[in-house]
Nanobody, 126 residues
Framework: QVQLAEAGGGLAQAGGSLRLSCAGS????????MAWFRQAPGKDREFVAA????????LYGDSVKGRFTISRDNAKKTVYLQMSSLKPEDTALYYC???????????????????WGQGTQVTVSS
């Protein structure tokens, strides 16, 4: 099992940048694929980005491709999301998620992920 805690959310202006982090604790970290999702009030949870256990495979949602970068540091048990060129539609609660899977296939559905952090709020003003 693993526990996840997000940090780094806050307020930004359109065109600005924020860097989110997700710190993990527990065993088997390198056997987990990691992902970021986001959810605005009244909306479905949306896939943002995913990364496999050794960073060999990375996948982005179409709405953030070219603007966001996901990375991980297995020694620190931490996953990052660097967000640039922020838009008001990026406003949401951002969640870190983990799936126990050591292959190179990446999943985009929230129901595929077993562990979730508490979320960190990102608000982008125009």
């Amino acid at each position: 099992q693993v526990q996840l805690a997000e940090a780094g959310g806050g307020l930004a202006q359109a065109g600005g940048s924020l860097r989110l982090s997700c710190a993990g604790s527990g065993s088997g970290w390198s056997s987990y694929a990691m992902a970021w999702f986001r959810q605005a009030p009244g909306k479905d949870r949306e896939f943002v980005a995913a990364i496999n256990w050794n960073s060999a495979k990375i996948l982005y949602g179409d709405s953030v491709k070219g603007r966001f970068t996901i990375s991980r540091d297995n020694a620190k048990k931490t996953v990052y999301l660097q967000m640039s060129s922020l838009k008001p539609e990026d406003t949401a609660l951002y969640y870190c998620a983990a799936k126990y899977f050591s292959g190179n296939y990446l999943y985009t559905g929230p129901n595929e992920y077993e562990y979730w952090g508490q979320g960190t709020q990102v608000t982008v003003s125009s």
